[in-house]
T-cell receptor, first 116, second 110 residues
Framework: NAGVTQTPKFRILKIGQSMTLQCTQD?????MYWYRQDPGMGLKLIYY???????DKGEVPNGYNVSRSTTEDFPLRLELAAPSQTSVYFC???????????????FGPGTRLLVL | GQNIDQPTEMTATEGAIVQINCTYQ??????LFWYQQHAGEAPTFLSY????GLEEKGRFSSFLSRSKGYSYLLLKELQMKDSASYLC???????????FGRGTSLIVHP
């Protein structure tokens, strides 16, 4: 199993450009998450999904959109990039089969985004 | 909401023992996680505490006191490769999704 994979690894965007960060997991996990991590800060939840076709906002959703058309994929869309979106973005997944109990999250390698 | 506090940075000597503390304020506690994150890499799972007490896993142990809103991660026989950031994360209320603290950067020197 590859686990959670993310592309691209690094990207530079100009202000106002748009892009999609890709995330795929091959563990048949129901739950998927997008976090951002700024220097010296913890992980902040952007969006999450409990299954295909279901998404919900996290702590910092403004400026982002997501979709979940399949169990495996959970892309994150930035429509109008701003310097404040410069960050490292991590996608994660968890099985979602423990009846609502807390579960271990598995993280992808991250995407480093610089908006200039 | 939740408030999670960890020291920003700690240093320790190779071969020694270090304890990284995490305090939290929340209602409806579900569980507490510790993750390790090496520079430039993704967080990886270390431990998970639901009940009070000590969970031991090799060189790493994690302790929880729910009444005190307190946990610690204990690293024994420190190695240079243990230099990393250690993230405390708490799940509470109706959400199964943990909230992360800012992390503690541990520097292990010879």
């Amino acid at each position: 199993n590859a686990g959670v994979t993310q592309t691209p690894k690094f990207r530079i965007l100009k202000i106002g450009q748009s892009m999609t960060l890709q995330c795929t997991q091959d563990m048949n996990h129901n739950y998927m998450y997008w976090y951002r991590q700024d220097p010296g800060m913890g992980l902040k939840l952007i969006y999450y999904s409990v299954g295909a076709g279901i998404t919900d906002k996290g702590e910092v959703p403004n400026g982002y959109n997501v979709s979940r058309s399949t169990t495996e994929d959970f892309p994150l869309r930035l429509e109008l990039a701003a310097p404040s979106q410069t960050s490292v973005y991590f996608c994660a997944s968890s099985s979602g089969t423990s009846g609502g109990a807390v579960e271990t999250q598995y993280f992808g390698p991250g995407t480093r985004l610089l908006v200039l | 909401g939740q408030n999670i506090d960890q020291p920003t940075e700690m240093t320790a000597t190779e071969g020694a023992i270090v304890q990284i503390n995490c305090t939290y304020q929340t209602s409806g506690f579900n569980g507490l996680f510790w993750y390790q994150q090496h520079a430039g890499e993704a967080p990886t799972f270390l431990s998970y505490n639901v009940l009070d007490g000590l969970e031991e896993k090799g060189r790493f142990s994690s302790f929880l006191s729910r009444s005190k809103g307190y946990s610690y991660l204990l690293l024994k026989e420190l190695q240079m490769k243990d230099s990393a950031s250690y993230l405390c994360a708490v799940s509470s209320g109706g959400s199964y999704i943990p909230t992360f603290g800012r992390g503690t950067s541990l520097i292990v020197h010879p």
